[in-house]
Every structure is written in C-alpha cells, then in structure tokens.
C-alpha cells in the first residue's frame, strides 16, 4: 500500500449517507473509520472472533453495551472492545454521537452478529 490522505467528506456513512459507520482506509493491517449514531439510533450486537476494537468520542455520548455491561461513552473517552466480547451500541440522548473507530488486524469477514439487546440474558459466545 501506498501513503495516501483522504477527506472525511468523501466518504459517506453506510445508513443513509448520513449515520453508521463509515471507513476512510480499509486494511491491509487495520481499519479506521469514523461513526455517528443519531438521537435513538442504535448498532446490532456482535463480537469479532479475533479484531480489537476501539472507539474515541468526539461529540455526543453514546451507551455502549459489553457483554451486557452497560458504559457510557463522552467525549475524549477511548473504549477498548477485545475480541469474543459482544458490543451493542445505542444513542439515548438529544445530538448525534460521533466517534473514531480502529479495528485490528483487518479481517472484513470478522463478524458474527448476536440477537441480544438490554435487559435479555446475554448468549455465550464461543
């Protein structure tokens, strides 16, 4: 791979163009992208067998589920999701949530989503 730059701008996020995640490189080591989930929106349950990954608030805040515990995310708060850890996110408050992510290593096909939401018993994941 090449060094490059890139705008935000450029890309659009994945629901709607306008929330989501979207991702400004993708591999060959990692991905590192940005996302934004608006006032009630949230992002499904899932785990990665072997990704790390990480999210840093940049406005907003956000409710991240892991392994059914519940943190909140403000900004300049950095949270660390290991791999096999179930990681549900959802936006209670009144302004869009915005965040950088790092995933690594690069796996795209590294995500098994999980049936689960707050208040259910959480599955074990294998």
Known sequence: MKPF???ESEVEYRFDGVSGPKYLMRGPRSDFGM?????????????????EENFFTLEGAVDIYINGKMWTLEPGV??????????????????????????APYDPKDKVNVEWLPGDEMPVVE
């Open 35 to 51: 996302v934004v989930l608006m006032p009630g929106e949230d992002f499904q349950t899932h785990y990665h067998r072997t990704i």
């Open 78 to 103: 950095l949270c660390h999701v290991p791999p096999l850890n179930p990681h549900y996110l959802i936006n209670r408050g009144n302004v869009p949530w915005k965040a950088i992510f790092v995933k």
């Open 5 to 7: 730059k890139i705008h």
